[in-house]
């Protein structure tokens, strides 16, 4: 049987480490919500890093923007060279992308029969299908 991952609300972690900070056993709440106590412990060790509500792994563009702009980097030349290096990343990818496809069509093109000038084209060999 695949094993069922639950998602659990902001409000209720935070009602749920009220309830811990009260004086409630965690091995108690644990039972109560069906759910390993580490959950519960994990849950204490974020709130105390701050980091409660936050997704795991990278944050979004969005979420990063809105991050630096709260830690106060809202001046005008850091946020034009956070837009040039985006910039140049995509302009890089696109020059990857670029002679992948000019080295794929000089294959192809290698691959045509050469035209006999007497008005036929050539045309790639079939593909064996």
């Known amino acids: ?42 849950w204490m060790e974020a709130a105390r890093e701050n980091r409660l509500g ?16 709260s830690v106060g980097e809202t001046d005008d030349l850091a946020l034009a060279r956070r837009r040039i290096a985006e910039l140049e990343r995509k302009v890089g ?15 192809i093109e290698a691959s045509r029969p050469a035209n006999d000038g007497l008005g036929v084209t050539g045309s790639s060999p079939r593909s064996g299908r």
Do not use: C, N, W
Request: charged letters at 35%; glycine letters at 6%; proline letters at 3%.
């Open 54 to 69: 936050r997704r795991r792994g990278r944050p979004g563009r969005l979420e990063a923007l809105a991050h630096e702009a």
């Open 93 to 107: 990818q696109q020059t990857v992308e670029l002679d992948f496809f000019r080295g794929a069509l000089r294959r």
């Open 1 to 42: 049987m695949p094993k069922v991952y639950r998602r659990f609300s902001l409000e209720f972690k935070r009602s749920a480490l009220s309830r811990l900070a009260s004086g409630e056993a965690v091995a108690d709440l644990a039972r109560e919500f069906g759910m390993h106590r580490q959950l519960l412990y994990e």
